[in-house]
């Protein structure tokens, strides 16, 4: 599609005005519309062309309007996810591009899996209490240092953990994604080497996107297959973990967690989950901070120029057919 083909609207989470380096919309045949999710829409979405999935609101807001989007062709998250769009895929038309958040939540997501591995493993969490209690909870504690951490999900975010972890002195980073290769850092292995995998790991850090495949990956009897003593680590999604199986491993105290995502979500009140020895909790919040916004900006703007131009555009993880 060139610019002299398009007349269509684009609907932004955000003003237009907040976005730099947006195409001009006289040029580009754009008439930009913001919805943030609300119950009204800003226009007919039939004549919307490249819709920008409104952040953190959940999977109802983000496809309400895709049923009625007969004119879609690009439909762009603001997260690295997409399990909360997909469902929504089977309504739209055929050759719609949806495209993900890649480049925009790495930093974010890396800086809290280290957060969460050094807080469990430091007992941070008790230390916190014990301030709040005025209490002096010294005593040796584990550390990162020569400790083997196991990456199972090495995409962008993946790899970024990795980049923070290597400053710290680990014994062993080992790899795992959907399928082998090789990188400059070394193999990565294949989900079906988990098996063997596992045992070796002081830490386990889960980075994967929720799919078919990826839905409770960690089971029972994956959670059997860690060391005793293990940390598990959760910035994926929280049904990648099997939340019982968890809950029994970590009531036994032989593996701890450290969880920013969990199933259900929001964890709601009286769940056991807030209680479980060993399990530090942080609400969701992988992606969100200060890094975000100017990133997520410069996608918006990179795709709609690009879209405008007919070029390829970046992070597309499927078109529909």
């Not at 036994?252 to 964890?267: F, N, Q």
Request: glycine share 8%; proline share 8%.
């Amino acid at each position: 599609m060139t610019a002299a083909d398009v007349t269509a609207d684009v609907w932004l989470p955000l003003p237009a005005d907040e976005i730099e380096g947006l195409p001009d919309p006289t040029e580009a045949g754009f008439a930009y519309r913001f919805w943030d999710g609300g119950a009204d829409f800003p226009a007919d979405p039939a004549d919307c062309a490249f819709y920008v999935v409104p952040y953190m609101k959940g999977m109802e807001v983000a496809v309400r309007p895709l049923a009625a989007m007969t004119s879609l062709r690009v439909v762009q998250t603001l997260s690295a996810g997409v399990d909360h769009v997909t469902p929504g895929l089977s309504d739209v038309p055929s050759g719609v591009a949806l495209c993900n958040a890649r480049g925009v939540h790495e930093a974010s997501t890396a800086e809290l899996a280290l957060a969460l591995v050094l807080a469990s493993l430091r007992g941070i969490p008790g230390f916190v209490r014990g301030q709040d209690r005025e209490e002096w909870r010294a005593g040796f504690f584990p550390a990162l240092a020569d400790k083997s951490v196991l990456i199972v999900g090495y995409g962008s975010i993946g790899a970024a953990v990795e980049d923070r972890l290597a400053p710290f002195e680990c014994a062993r980073i080992t790899r795992v994604a959907r399928s082998a290769r090789t990188t400059a850092r070394g193999p990565v292995h294949a989900l079906t080497d988990l098996r063997a995998l596992l045992p070796e790991a002081d830490v386990v850090i889960v980075s994967t996107p929720l799919t078919e495949d990826t839905h409770h990956l960690v089971d029972a009897a994956f959670l059997s297959r860690m060391k005793d003593g293990a940390l598990l680590v959760n910035v994926a999604r929280g049904p990648v973990v099997d939340t019982k199986a968890l809950l029994a491993e970590v009531e036994s105290g032989r593996v701890t967690a450290a969880l920013d995502v969990t199933d259900p979500e929001p964890l709601p009140a009286g769940h056991p989950l807030w209680h479980a020895p060993g399990v530090l909790i942080s609400p969701h919040v992988g992606g969100s901070t200060s890094a975000f916004m100017p990133r997520a900006k410069r996608l918006i703007a990179e795709q709609l120029t690009r879209f405008a131009a007919g070029e390829p555009l970046r992070n597309v993880v499927l078109t529909t057919g």
